[in-house]
T-cell receptor, first 111, second 113 residues
Framework: GQSLEQPSEVTAVEGAIVQINCTYQTSGFYGLSWYQQHDGGAPTFLSYNALDGLEETGRFSSFLSRSDSYGYLLLQELQMKDSASYFCAVHGSGNTGKLIFGQGTTLQVKP | DAGITQSPRYKITETGRQVTLMCHQTWSHSYMFWYRQDLGHGLRLIYYSAAADITDKGEVPDGYVVSRSKTENFPLTLESATRSQTSVYFC????????????FGSGTRLTVV
């Protein structure tokens, strides 16, 4: 089976940097993705890591360590609009394309 | 319009009734998925499909049925709705999930009374 752990809530101030961690257990692993979801909205894809290291996309970066079964999402220069829920998700066994999601981290950005 | 659309957006039904949630995508993506989202549980996979006529169970398939006779459609049926199936349901599609991720529909908010 697969399981993921991420903090339930994180609070930061505008302009700051915040890191959301994700640890996972899975049988068979193809990669780790991150999604953002605003209240009442659809999740939107942010990033995907298949190999160890850092992937950067604008203000957002995502890191993966396969040996540690660990990843994180780094958000820089926080803006109020970054207040949302962030989900990590593993691409698991069989390369079926299916994702198993963590329970999500609610990020609150304060002025 | 291009994209992935779900219907209806909101649905109230009674316990024991059959309900079908529709999902349609215009990109001819091979992969399609159904998730439910409840407070405290995040997104849980119900069923997925790698291509037309190929479907498989996810984490929480009990009480649900899917079909995929055409690539663009992936309806989800609750055979006999229960209150525990009150949830927000998201459909998603992808051409290459391991690279570009999923695109989600706007969701259907289902209430079973």
């Amino acid at each position: 089976g697969q399981s993921l752990e991420q903090p339930s809530e994180v609070t930061a101030v505008e302009g700051a940097i915040v890191q959301i961690n994700c640890t996972y257990q899975t049988s068979g692993f193809y990669g780790l993705s991150w999604y953002q979801q605003h209240d009442g909205g659809a999740p939107t894809f942010l990033s995907y890591n298949a190999l160890d290291g850092l992937e950067e996309t604008g203000r957002f970066s995502s890191f993966l360590s396969r040996s540690d079964s660990y990843g994180y999402l780094l958000l820089q220069e926080l803006q109020m609009k970054d207040s949302a829920s962030y989900f990590c998700a593993v691409h698991g066994s069989g390369n079926t394309g299916k994702l198993i999601f963590g329970q999500g981290t609610t990020l609150q950005v304060k002025p | 319009d291009a994209g992935i659309t779900q219907s209806p957006r909101y649905k109230i039904t009674e316990t024991g009734r059959q309900v079908t949630l529709m999902c349609h995508q215009t990109w001819s993506h091979s992969y399609m998925f159904w998730y439910r989202q409840d407070l405290g549980h995040g997104l849980r996979l119900i069923y997925y499909s790698a291509a037309a006529d190929i479907t498989d169970k996810g984490e929480v398939p009990d009480g649900y049925v899917v079909s995929r006779s055409k690539t663009e459609n992936f309806p989800l049926t609750l055979e006999s709705a229960t209150r525990s199936q009150t949830s927000v349901y998201f459909c998603a599609s992808s051409a290459t999930p391991n690279t570009y991720g999923y695109t989600f529909g706007s969701g259907t908010r289902l209430t079973v009374v």
